[in-house]
């Protein structure tokens, strides 16, 4: 039995969560949950966003699960999920963008990976005015180093070798940001280098993001920076149905944590109409590196069911005319 941290979020996250809990009781997982909090609700409970009751459950048991977290734009509190990258030094974003049954896209046959450095770029938070009085002019700092751009790079691989996967491109834009993203790219080829059996190629982002919406399914296993991985992988779920429909791990060397990565929707809270889809397959993702990778195939199977059979079963944002419950009873009854 896993003992898992798990974090329901705000809005539609406890909803989700329980949807989730109740499929994997369902698949008996082996899983033990240690229900923490974090986001808007905790900051209004407790005056911080992350309790640090919450940081040493994630320090002891090294896994999360984690629902959509509310994050104030332009003021308040910075972002619980920057934060938790961070501390626990989560350098490794993965995003999974597949094609599913029924659910509407013009892609067919999409079936890419996103691997997003998790903790540089211009996301490291360095911003400051140059006049503290006026406010007119602020600047940001990226910061890039070999290190972490060898860690993540040579995740992407290590993932493409593992799981049968025949090619990685390397997304940068080191012919303007020659420095940074300059020092990216030239990592990326030294570590391409090592992997002869893997096809290697790298794209400047902007043609990347045509090529992704001209051709997706020429991709495979992407990498790239921070902020260019945050754009993508929005992208890439866009591609396959939106960020309802897809998951997403944040993995370190001592630490994982899985999320929704989608908005927490206030407006549809409690109204049993939220689609618990991202979340579900972050969760298999987390039996995945877990190691109980048929569980998370017995529930993938059942999903795909599911969707076959959506107008009766399915939430509404996917095409069907049914409720968190009824989407969550026929994974179960799948199973």
């Known amino acids: 039995m896993k003992k898992v941290v798990l974090i329901a979020g705000d809005g539609i996250g406890t909803e989700i969560t329980a949807a989730v809990v109740s499929i994997l009781e369902k698949a008996n997982a082996k899983v033990q949950w240690i229900e923490k909090k974090a986001g808007l609700a905790a900051h209004q409970e407790s005056g911080n966003a ?3 009751d919450t940081v040493e459950a994630i320090k002891e048991h090294r896994i999360a699960l984690k629902g959509p977290l509310t994050t104030p734009v332009g003021t308040g509190f910075r972002s619980v999920n920057v934060a938790l990258r961070q501390q626990f ?43 503290e009085d006026t406010k007119n002019h602020a600047e940001s ?7 972490a751009s060898r860690k993540i790079i040579k995740a992407a691989f290590e993932y493409a070798r593992a799981n049968g ?32 059996d893997i096809e290697f190629e790298d794209l400047i982002v902007d043609n990347m993001a045509m090529q992704m919406v001209m051709r997706p399914q020429r991709f495979d296993v992407v990498v790239t920076t921070n902020l260019f991985g945050d754009i993508l992988s929005d992208l890439a779920s866009g591609l396959v149905g939106g960020l309802g429909v897809t998951g ?26 939220a689609n618990p889809l991202a979340l579900l397959f972050s969760s298999l993702m987390m039996l995945e590196h877990i190691g109980q990778k048929q569980t998370a195939e017995d529930i993938r199977k059942a999903i795909y069911k599911t969707l076959v059979e959506r107008k009766v079963y399915c939430t509404p944002d996917i095409g069907g005319e049914g409720t968190t419950s009824t989407f969550t009873q026929a994974v179960c009854d799948n199973i």
């Open 141 to 147: 700092i990226a910061v890039v180093t070999e290190a």
């Open 165 to 196: 996967r025949k090619k990685v491109t390397l997304v940068h834009k080191a012919n303007i940001l020659k420095f940074t993203t300059g020092l990216f790219l030239e990592v990326g080829r030294s570590v391409a280098a090592d992997y002869s």
């Open 248 to 273: 997403a791990a944040n993995i370190g060397d001592d630490a994982a944590m899985f999320e929704a990565v989608h908005g927490s929707a206030p407006d549809i809270a409690g109204q049993n109409k």
């Open 89 to 131: 030094n989560l350098y490794s974003n993965i995003r999974p963008a597949r094609t599913l049954p029924n659910i509407d896209s013009p892609f067919k046959n999409v079936d890419m990976v996103i691997f997003r450095e998790n903790t540089q770029g211009l996301y490291i938070g360095r911003e400051h005015w140059i006049d």
């Open 50 to 52: 992350l309790p640090e």
